[in-house]
């Protein structure tokens, strides 16, 4: 159990609509990381925040968009989906030790989006 | 984006044998991490490396963090069947707000 809980495990829905992944980083975490994993591909980073801000984009599409809340969860917003949006998306955190970053990554079981 | 070449693709071995995988990049970096991810689940990190010339071993792991800091090798010695998986590397530039990039993964199967 990395400590970082994402939901929902799955979710499907139809093109044309929309939906919101959650995620909680570990304990302390103040980063939070989404990428998205399509079929069959390697991890492609979306966004990353740090302590509510948004730190660097990826390849993410303007009809996606995240925030980080206060007490550090964090949401993906996914609308207008297309049949190509179906993919296992995973939320990250990383943390400090001692005040620096740790450089380590720690993964969610992600959220399996399949749209129809 | 920062690109991240790992090889092999993929891997077909025999239960026993030694596995031997690596991950290059045109830049230097100051982190590299090795994941292994089972299918339908997320990464989980096998191996973290910090300084250049480390040589880090979890259990029959070893991973190694390249002299020139722009390269990192993952082995696994006498391999099992629960090693089966997809195997990623990850690495974070310096001065980039603790940026990951990922490397294309190699998929391991272990044949009993």
């Known amino acids: 159990d990395s400590g970082v809980t994402q939901t929902p495990k799955h979710l499907i829905t139809a093109t044309g609509q929309r939906v919101t992944l959650r995620c909680s980083p570990r304990s302390g975490d103040l980063s939070v990381y989404w990428y998205q994993q399509s079929l069959d591909q390697g991890l492609q980073f979306l966004i990353q925040y740090y302590n509510g801000e948004e730190r660097a984009k990826g390849n993410i599409l303007e009809r996606f968009s995240a925030q980080q809340f206060p007490d550090l969860h964090s949401e993906l917003n996914l609308s207008s989906l297309e049949l190509g949006d179906s993919a296992l998306y995973f939320c990250?955190?990383?943390?400090?030790?001692?005040?620096?970053?740790?450089?380590?990554?720690?993964f969610g079981e992600g959220s399996r989006l399949t749209v129809l | 984006g920062q690109q991240l070449n790992q090889s092999p693709q993929s891997m077909f071995i025999q239960e026993g044998e030694d596995v031997s995988m690596n991950c290059t990049s045109s830049?230097?970096?100051?982190?590299w991490l090795w994941y292994k991810q089972d299918p339908g689940e997320g990464p989980v990190l096998l191996i973290a490396l910090y300084k250049a010339g480390e040589l880090t071993s979890n259990g029959r792991l070893t991973a190694q963090f390249g002299i020139t800091r722009k390269d990192s090798f993952l082995n696994i010695s006498a391999s099992i069947p629960s090693d089966v998986g997809i195997y990623f590397c990850?690495?974070?530039?310096?001065?980039?707000?603790?940026?990951?990039?990922f490397g294309t993964g190699t998929s391991l199967t272990v044949i009993p």
């Open positions: 990250a955190s990383s943390g400090l030790a001692g005040g620096f970053p740790t450089g380590e990554l720690f």
């Open positions: 990850a690495g974070q530039l310096p001065n980039t707000g603790n940026q990951f990039y």
């Open positions: 830049s230097i970096f100051n982190t």
